[in-house]
């Protein structure tokens, strides 16, 4: 039987990440059987809560994903605990959806809200009184305050909630040790940080030491059991997939989709310059190649590979995957890096242009048919796309984006994070 919390807050940035890696690390070193989830489109902060368990992570995706592959990802043994994004109503226009309230509503999962207190005391009562007053369908269980300043503010903080019978579970206080180096996507990732696990032991003490574990255990109730396992069929039978810093963007749930289907799935290094393994489909997923691009132009054993793959075999590029495919990439300074030379495209970093939000995508051809649901999240502009198109795509709200990615042959790939088939 699996029990879970979802650890929320009224906005970004108020420390939900570090309080969410305290308590997964601090539960592992007493030997509870956790795990950890995070709700939405996020490559980033699921490699932090597997680097504090030692188990894997899945995304919760409420706008992209049914109830039933949401019911069979968060399905297992022992304690989930799902990390919000953003502020816990938060979620895709027109209505909203994709919050992380909706996850709440549809597990019927309490709500531990994490608030940052730092400038704030009797004020606290109306913030957490509305957040538990706003939807009977999403319950305030408990409560964590976040950047205290001294113990004098922590309990004047305690005094103005406890009319409110909602069980405090403790209160942290500032600490800029615990502070994220973070870039434009979100946090650096897990594997570039060599101080991670001091890091994570450090966020497990601050926790132990201020917050009332059991009680926080004893808040979770029983998550629903998953009738039906949605598979996404595998886009060739045997995949060389990209990873490393520069291609880290792929989703777990996918890549055990088609392992689940007998996809054999070959991991290989461009930044190591290693050739694509032998398979049916190279895959280059999302990542940071604009931070590498003079390394990966060099790379002339990875490119080579690449381009003979493609004569024989098809490839695909997602976001940072496709700006690999294309003629050139020009980086922050204005540099322009050679690349695979497979898709009439250059991209450019130089001039930044954030294109951000959820999106529906209809395959006009290419190894991922059918109708998706997906998300796009980058500051690159296309100074250059030539060719057919990949996909067509709307927004959230339904507004045509016009045709996206391109493909030629055997090499596609558009700037789309695939998440789930509708």
Same mark, same amino acid.
């Given at each position: 039987m699996t029990t879970g919390l979802l650890i929320a807050a009224p906005a970004s940035g108020?420390?939900?990440?570090?309080v969410t890696l305290g308590i997964l690390r601090a539960l592992t070193r007493h030997g509870v059987p956790v795990r950890g989830a995070k709700s939405g489109p996020d490559y980033i902060d699921p490699r932090f809560h597997e680097a504090a368990t030692g188990r894997s992570c899945v995304n919760l995706d409420a706008w992209a994903m049914t109830p039933d592959r949401l019911t069979s990802l968060a399905s297992g043994n022992g304690l989930l605990i799902v990390e919000g994004a953003m502020g816990l109503f938060d979620g895709a226009p027109p209505e909203g959806k994709g919050a992380s309230a909706d996850l709440a509503r549809l597990f019927d999962m309490p709500v531990i809200l994490v608030v940052d207190a730092a400038r704030m005391a009797g004020s606290v009562a109306p913030l957490v009184a509305g957040f538990a007053h706003h939807d009977p369908r999403v319950k305030i269980a408990g409560v964590i305050l976040n950047k205290t300043g001294s113990p004098r503010h922590a309990e004047m903080l305690a005094r103005a909630l406890a009319p409110l019978n909602i069980p405090l579970i403790g209160s942290l206080p500032r600490n800029t040790a615990l502070s994220h180096p973070d870039r434009h996507l979100g946090l650096v990732q897990a594997g570039e940080r060599p101080d991670l696990d001091a890091f994570l032991d450090a966020a497990a003490e601050a926790v132990e030491a201020a917050l009332d574990l059991d009680l926080l255990q004893s808040l979770a109730t029983p998550l629903p059991v998953a009738a039906h396992t949605p598979r996404v069929p595998p886009p060739a039978q045997s995949l060389a997939v990209a990873h490393d810093a520069a291609f880290a963007f792929t989703y777990p749930h996918l890549l055990a989709d088609w392992r689940a289907q007998g996809a054999e799935i070959r991991f290989f290094s461009p930044l190591a310059n290693d050739a694509p393994p032998p398979a049916d489909l190279v895959y280059l997923p999302g990542g940071y190649p604009e931070l590498h691009a003079g390394r990966l132009a060099a790379n002339h054993a990875f490119l080579q590979g690449l381009r003979e793959a493609a004569a024989r075999r098809r490839v695909y590029g997602e976001c940072g995957g496709y700006m690999v495919l294309g003629d050139g990439l020009v980086d922050?300074?204005?540099?322009?890096?050679?690349?695979?030379?497979? $898709?009439? %495209?250059?991209?450019?970093? =130089? #001039?930044?242009? $954030?294109? %951000?939000?959820?999106?529906? =995508? #209809?395959?006009?051809?290419?190894?991922?048919?059918?109708?998706?649901?997906?998300?796009?999240?980058?500051?690159?502009?296309?100074?250059?796309?030539e060719g057919a198109p990949l996909f067509s795509a709307s927004d959230a709200e339904g507004a045509d984006l016009g045709p996206q990615g391109l493909i030629a042959g055997s090499v596609a790939g558009s700037f789309l994070h695939l998440i789930d088939r509708r």
């Open positions: 108020s420390g939900k990440t570090t922050k300074d204005g540099v322009r890096h050679k690349m695979a030379g497979l $898709l009439r %495209l250059e991209t450019s970093f =130089a #001039q930044r242009k $954030l294109h %951000l939000g959820y999106r529906h =995508a #209809q395959a006009v051809n290419g190894p991922f048919p059918g109708q998706w649901a997906a998300h796009e999240f980058h500051y690159a502009t296309t100074l250059k796309a």
